[in-house]
């Protein structure tokens, strides 16, 4: 028998990663079969579970567990899929980028309300911000070439609870080495839809899948929650 390809951990939680894959692209179906019809809906969701399982033995090592950026890597495999199925079905990025984007909305939302309220009062705590503390020191030794680099920003309390820059984005280096960078600004619209659902006010004035120099995420309880949809460059 051929030896397998691939890093051990994506291995050995392969059936957990399709697993999740179908959950993630059944929370997309509602808005799919809208826009498109139930037929094409349905294989949205078969095939890009087909497109998915490839990508999985792709997928660089950052960690595994230890790394809390793990799961988003892992996602982004996922949308990629959705993606290349899309694309197979004529359908252009925009309207990818927007299944992708409403996905999110769907996937984060099935949490009631109270447990969103509590999810984004833990991601703004002083816990929380000691471990992004820890994981911005622990990035700049850049063990995993693959991974993401960051920097923590204390904040006032008042135009914003805490921050981050990431220099390096795990995201787009995947996405680049897969010859899909140009679904990387589509997905860092997504985080409108995350925090907003989590009460957290979003602001970013730069990415790096824009071509910026890093991602500025400066994280505010309430206030007023931006819609990441249409982008700007679809706005104008």
Not at 111 to 131: A, D, I, T
Request: proline share 6%.
């Amino acid at each position: 028998m051929a030896e397998q390809s691939g890093h051990p951990y994506y291995l050995q939680n392969r059936e957990k990663l399709l697993a999740e894959h179908r959950k993630m692209a059944e929370a997309g179906r509602a808005f799919a079969a809208q826009r498109y019809g139930e037929a094409l809906a349905d294989t949205l969701v078969h095939e890009s579970l087909a497109e998915f399982e490839p990508l999985i033995p792709e997928l660089p090592y950052v960690g595994g567990k230890r790394n809390p950026l793990t799961g988003n890597l892992v996602s982004s495999a996922g949308a990629l899929a959705v993606y290349r199925v899309m694309q197979q079905h004529g359908k252009p990025i925009e309207e990818a980028g927007e299944l992708l984007y409403r996905l999110m909305e769907t996937w984060i939302r099935r949490y009631p309300q109270l447990v969103r309220h509590l999810m984004g009062r833990y991601y703004l705590s002083r816990l929380s911000q000691r471990q992004s503390k820890r994981q911005a020191v622990l990035s700049l030794q850049r063990r995993y070439p693959a991974d993401w680099v960051r920097i923590h920003v204390d904040g006032d309390g008042q135009a914003f609870e805490w921050g981050v820059d990431y220099l390096e984005c795990g995201i787009v280096k995947f996405l680049c080495s897969q010859g899909a960078d140009e679904l990387a600004p589509y997905l860092c619209l997504t985080d409108y839809a995350l925090f907003g659902a989590l009460g957290i006010e979003l602001t970013r004035t730069q990415t790096l899948a824009e071509g910026y120099e890093k991602c500025d995420f400066r994280f505010k309880w309430g206030g007023e929650m931006p819609s990441g949809w249409p982008p700007p460059w679809l706005e104008s």
